[in-house]
């Protein structure tokens, strides 16, 4: 249940404690049992085995597998031990790259502190924090982790930092005092959430929930219970092999029984139709795709795109919308003053972030503000934070950071201030007064610095300085100053008011000193956004990909955030977490799809957002840094945590990190994850019109009852030289410029389907040249009249020839969907990929080697051609080269439904 609503007396009754005494240990002993230990539930190990395993899974793997398998029973022991190689090298490069993908529940178990401090039996304990229990009297500091739910029973100026809920960096100050019922969980300012650091006071406290009963307990559970689905690339594979497995076993089936029919010998049609089957499968495949995603994965590591999984490379490239965290992600974590206003001008400051580089400009011009001097010297003084400019880092308070990036942009360094002035004491910030005092002395005289909330210190305020004059701040002044602080915040401006005074040396320094101050300038900060996103969203918006912002911030400063870089317009809307959870169901799912931002929100509603965005067909990538954001990222289609700011728990829930946490970075690596995909889509084309090829050509000579045009090691040779080098060299060919100029790819939309009249017309094209250039041979080297076994070799070696230089010429036309070999200049085709100009050179010096060579010859059953047969072979096979897919690469249902349509006029 919740606390936040109730008084400490009441908690107390509620959890039947005592706030002096504590608990007994025969109390804690009974309520071990009852609420058992404060741990979070393992999840179930996953085992090196288990993950090698898992390597062979896949539908197309498991096709290979029946193959080889096949192969051994017909002793075709070569063709065998192949396809093992091939899968055990490819289950080895899967396993690598996937060894450390399920540890989420590990990395939670690391969030609390081993130790706390509670009082029990009257006396103060240390113990292990997984010992807790709740209504136990805890004791909490500066620097404590914090390990269950509590309720403040009392505090001294306590602040937490709870960023691996919120996502949000800056500390919130925490207090007793009863909220109501309907306060967002966010803004519970009485409960500190396990896991929560303090950064600031001490607390004492009642636990309140422990182990899976807290907030991360809740989402540990949803990280448990949430199952990975399938990748895109995935689906695409196994809906790739099922359909090849049925057109395989059909053709095969249908070849047996026409075999039969026709009074062939029963063992021969049944080796030859298994070996046929076997032949058909492009056991390269898994291992080209393999390659491709991990030489993917490491061009996105240069890129700052760490991949933890390889099917998460391609998924990228199908992504439709991108569910962004606000800060550190889409902005720079680094608050920065942009704006200054001393009750009489305004002035605007460039620079970003924690760099000393900026100038302040009135009126677009560069000026020094010489009437701001004591608001640069309080913003160096009146401040606990450090800032290491050589490398951009602090130490301390963003805010405060901010104050002393500004005022060192003109010439104000805080070591020099600081020894000019010397520190006598320190009112410190609390929650109530909103504002922190220093009281500092330079030569014989004392001043009090303060900053703080502008509502609050406006009223404090009776003068104000003008060019070094102390003037009377008059009502209507101040109504100004609160009007240009109401606009400061309404541009999502974090506003601090600055004043001072001189003072006389007291023996105590304390609150009833904060009256009458000078009124010294309003200081506007906000974490600005990185300078890369604008153009980022522009190039993800021509993609088609579609930016939603979950943030845990609030919905002023992240509608401006996202007017700023360009992501809402006028018509745009923005919701909180508070009011989302008000609509009904139908309105949610229309809220889900029509808002840009979402503020305040909660992991449960960012879940349930991401599984909307899933259930309308989106592919959905989403960030996050925070435990709270864990469960979203594990379920999207692709998770991606941030490497800097992010916790263990969402780097091990995601399946990509930012080594930079740049939103840009995540724009890159979809580009990469699209021309991925396109170069899959490439040797998918050229391995399976060289299978089709040979199930065609085969097929047909049973048929008319022609010997055989391949022995089966003829076949395990081509799949070797054409599956190899060239398949390979398309693996890494270059993104295409245009590949974000359009729209992401529908993911049910066939790769069967969109490929199939391509690969159809290329293998049947390939199968005819070979047929007819197997059956001439035949014919002019006498063997239908003697059927001697040399005119039978010479026929299979140009066959397999043709077949093979085909497909050679043929991989020129795979690189592109619409551009041809013809249409293309003599750099784009043969420079452009010089790997690939070397593969097909290499394979077809191996191919020379397969026709001449003696050793060749022996083992394979061929016999060396004369100049003019390898010349026929080539200009025959040239033929690859007018495949145009500008003809060919055109939806087969379509094709063939216009066709249908024609005759149906006739």
Not at 52 to 76: C, D, K, R
Not at 524 to 547: C, F, H, L, Q, T
Not at 731 to 760: A, Q
Not at 825 to 844: D, H, Q, R
Request: net charge neutral; proline share 2%.
């Amino acid at each position: 249940m919740a606390y936040h609503d109730l008084s400490v007396s009441e908690t107390i009754k509620k959890l039947n404690t005592n706030e002096k005494t504590g608990l007994s240990q025969e109390e804690v002993n009974k309520r071990i049992l009852k609420y058992g230990l404060n741990e979070l539930e393992k999840g179930k190990k996953i085992s090196v085995l288990k993950i090698f395993l898992s390597q062979f899974t896949n539908i197309m793997v498991i096709i290979l597998i029946i193959g080889a398998i096949i192969s051994l029973f017909i002793q075709e022991e070569i063709d065998a031990l192949v396809i093992f190689i091939i899968l055990i090298l490819n289950a080895v490069l899967g396993f690598f790259q996937e060894y450390k993908a399920e540890n989420a529940m590990k990395a939670l178990l690391n969030l609390t502190n081993p130790h706390a401090i509670v009082i029990r039996d009257s006396e103060e304990q240390e113990i292990l924090s997984k010992n807790l229990v709740p209504g136990d009297i805890i004791l909490l500091q500066t620097g404590d982790k914090v390990s269950a739910n509590v309720r403040l029973i009392s505090s001294f100026n306590i602040e937490v930092n709870q960023a691996h809920l919120t996502g949000e960096s800056n500390s919130i100050s925490k207090f007793v005092k009863v909220l109501e019922s309907n306060t967002n969980m966010f803004d519970w300012n009485n409960i500190i959430f396990m896991g929560s650091i303090i950064t600031n006071g001490k607390a004492l406290g009642i636990v309140t929930e422990t182990g899976m009963n807290t907030e991360i307990g809740k989402i540990a559970k949803n990280i448990s219970i949430i199952k990975q689905e399938e990748t895109p690339l995935q689906y695409e594979i196994n809906k790739l092999a099922k359909t090849l497995a049925k057109i395989v076993l059909s053709a095969v089936i249908i070849l047996f029984i026409i075999g039969l029919l026709l009074k062939k010998d029963f063992f021969e049609m049944l080796m030859t139709s298994v070996s046929l089957a076997v032949a058909a499968v492009p056991e390269g495949l898994p291992a080209v795709i393999t390659i491709t995603l991990a030489l993917g994965m490491q061009r996105m590591a240069k890129k700052n795109a760490l991949i933890r999984k390889l099917p998460a490379v391609q998924t990228l490239g199908n992504v439709t919308i991108i569910c962004s965290d606000k800060t550190g992600t889409l902005t720079k974590n680094e608050m920065t003053v942009k704006k200054v206003y001393d009750g009489f001008k305004e002035y605007d400051i460039t620079g970003s972030g924690y760099d000393e580089k900026g100038d302040f400009l009135l009126n677009g011009k560069k000026i020094i503000p010489t009437n701001l001097d004591y608001l640069f010297k309080i913003s160096c003084l009146c401040n606990n934070s450090f800032v290491d400019f050589s490398e951009n880092k602090i130490i301390g308070d963003p805010t405060e950071a901010s104050l002393l990036v500004m005022s060192k942009k003109v010439g104000y360094d805080y070591n020099v201030i600081n020894n000019d002035y010397k520190e006598i004491a320190e009112i410190s910030f609390d929650s109530k007064r909103k504002r922190m005092s220093v009281v500092v002395k330079k030569d014989d005289n004392y001043y009090l610095m303060t900053k703080g909330a502008p509502d609050l210190m406006l009223n404090l305020c009776s003068k104000i300085i003008l060019n070094g004059k102390i003037l009377t701040l008059t009502n209507q002044r101040k109504k100004e100053l609160l009007k240009k602080n109401e606009e400061f915040a309404s541009s999502a401006l974090r506003v601090l008011v600055c004043g001072f005074k001189e003072i006389k040396e007291q023996q105590k320094y304390d609150v009833l000193l904060e009256e009458d101050l000078i009124f010294c300038g309003l200081a506007g900060m906000i974490d600005p956004p990185r300078e890369e996103v604008k153009e980022a969203i522009i190039k993800a918006k021509k993609a088609g990909i579609k930016i939603k912002i979950l943030t845990g911030d609030h919905i002023i400063t992240a509608k401006a955030i996202a007017n700023e870089i360009g992501l809402m317009d006028k018509n745009s809307l923005a919701i909180s977490s508070d009011e989302l959870d008000k609509l009904n169901d139908e309105d949610f799912k229309k809220m889900v799809h029509e808002a840009v931002v979402f503020a305040r929100i909660s992991p449960e509603n960012k879940l349930r957002i991401v599984n909307e965005l899933k259930s309308r067909g989106e592919i959905v990538a989403v960030t996050g840094d925070g435990v709270n954001d864990a469960s979203a990222l594990k379920s999207a289609h692709i998770g991606i945590s941030m490497g800097i700011t992010g916790t263990d728990v969402t780097k091990e829930s995601s399946q990509m990190v930012l080594l930079d946490d740049n939103f840009s970075t995540i724009v890159n690596a979809i580009e990469e994850g699209r021309g991925i995909f396109d170069n899959i889509k490439k040797f998918l084309k050229f391995l399976l019109s060289s299978n089709v090829d040979t199930i065609i050509e085969v097929t047909t000579m049973i048929l008319l009852g022609f010997p055989l045009p391949f022995l089966p090691v003829h076949i395990l040779w081509m799949n070797l030289v054409t599956d190899g080098l060239p398949a390979i060299a398309l693996s890494i060919e270059k993104p295409d410029e245009s590949v974000m100029k359009r729209k992401p790819r529908d993911p049910k939309y066939s790769l069967i389907r969109e490929l199939g009249l391509f690969i159809l017309v290329s293998g049947l094209v390939d199968a005819l040249i070979s047929i007819i250039l197997f059956i001439f041979s035949l014919y002019f080297e006498g063997y239908f009249i003697d059927f001697n076994a040399f005119a039978l070799s010479k026929a299979r070696t140009i066959a397999i020839s043709s077949a093979i230089i085909y497909e050679l010429f043929f991989v020129f036309n795979c690189r592109d969907d619409e551009k041809g070999f013809f249409s293309k200049s003599f750099k784009e085709n043969f420079l452009s990929n010089k790997f690939l100009t070397l593969g097909v050179g290499a394979s077809i010096s191996l191919q020379m080697l397969f026709i001449y060579l003696p050793l060749f010859n022996t083992l394979f059953q061929t016999v060396p051609l004369t100049l003019i047969e390898l010349l026929i072979v080539f200009v025959f096979a040239s033929a690859g080269l007018f495949i145009s897919p500008k003809y060919f690469h055109k939806d087969i249902v379509s094709v063939f439904n216009k066709i249908k349509a024609k005759n149906h006029k006739k």
